[in-house]
């Protein structure tokens, strides 16, 4: 059974930086896609960067480039998404999603897998 699970967030100051975890479990990994998403109250889960473990790369929407980067553990079998320069509009539920296969990654439900999220908050 595939597990994902969601760590790492928490309330910060404008300005701060977080690293958020995804634990993946029951898996193995070859030519994954692996979504971080985030919901803020009142909107539509939407996407926030896309890693490919199979080489390690990833993209990201405009609004977070240069402020997160994604990366991945293989040992832990582990994503991570490391946040700086954090700003209240970060403000979200961040979710991660994976499946076994390539994806352009920015459609939520065409993840085989998912996790329940992390609350993120960025005061002012």
């Known amino acids: 059974q595939v597990q994902l699970v969601e760590s790492g967030g928490g309330l910060v100051q404008t300005g701060d930086s977080l690293r958020l975890a995804c634990a993946i479990s029951g898996h193995t990994f070859n030519r994954d896609t692996v979504g971080w998403f985030r919901q803020a109250p009142g909107e539509e889960r939407k996407v926030v960067a896309v890693l490919y473990w199979e080489d390690g790369s990833a993209s990201y929407i405009d609004a977070v480039k240069g402020r997160f980067s994604c990366s991945r553990d293989g040992d832990k079998n582990t994503v991570y998404l490391q946040m700086m320069s954090l700003k209240p509009e970060d403000t979200a539920v961040y979710y991660c999603?994976?499946?076994?296969?390539?994806?352009?990654?920015?459609?939520?439900?065409?993840?085989?897998?998912r996790g329940q999220g992390t609350q993120v908050t960025v005061s002012s």
């Open positions: 999603a994976l499946d076994p296969n390539f994806l352009y990654g920015a459609n939520w439900e065409e993840y085989r897998y």
